[in-house]
């Protein structure tokens, strides 16, 4: 596939859609209750997002610094990065890695619970489990960019530039 004339491979796609789907999920409802009224009584429902728990702000963190990475990688390639400390396929499986730990922690111990019962149910929602298996497309995508080659970087520092060649011994002063 093409995007921006750059043609993108499997790993990118995956990274791509993933937090795409990500962010999309941030909003989606995670955690829900509801009652169904009886005998005259009106029934409720309502739900909460990602962003209801600090897990979640930290899911919803990767996923922001996973796009603006990847943004800048596939639409600007002309813009030389620094040289990030480690290359590009392993810096997505560890956002991966952290948007799928992050999704489990929110609904470890942000979820009180699920049980249902006559007129009522509480639980999780389809918005967690979107999360998960986002942060886990974005890990396998970067599993899959081992392969591909890493972007021309500039260098971080002056200690990471190649050595100059040493200057040339000067020319012998003149009548000797």
């Not at 962003?51 to 922001?64: D, K, P």
């Not at 560890?94 to 006559?118: F, K, N, Q, R």
């Not at 929602?125 to 591909?148: E, N, P, Q, T, W």
Request: aromatic content about 12%.
């Amino acid at each position: 596939m093409n995007v921006a004339g750059k043609k993108l491979s499997n790993g990118d796609i995956a990274v791509g859609a993933g937090l795409i789907v990500g962010l999309i999920s941030v909003f989606l409802p995670w955690y829900s209750a509801s009652f169904s009224g009886e005998a005259g009584f009106a029934g409720f429902s309502t739900s909460v997002g990602g962003l209801s728990y600090w897990s979640g702000w930290f899911f919803f963190l990767a996923v922001i610094v996973g796009i603006a990475l990847f943004a800048l990688r596939t639409f600007a390639p002309t813009v030389a990065l620094p040289a990030m400390p480690l290359d590009d396929a392993m810096i997505y499986m560890i956002l991966g890695a952290v948007m799928v730990v992050m999704a489990v922690l929110w609904l470890i111990a942000g979820a009180p619970g699920g049980s249902s019962g006559p007129g009522y149910s509480v639980g999780i929602s389809f918005g967690l489990i979107i999360g998960i298996v986002a942060g886990a497309a974005v890990l396998a995508g970067g599993f899959l960019k081992r392969s591909d080659p890493q972007p021309v970087v500039k260098p971080l520092s002056s200690y990471q530039t190649p050595s100059a060649p040493p200057p040339s011994a000067p020319p012998p002063p003149p009548g000797v």
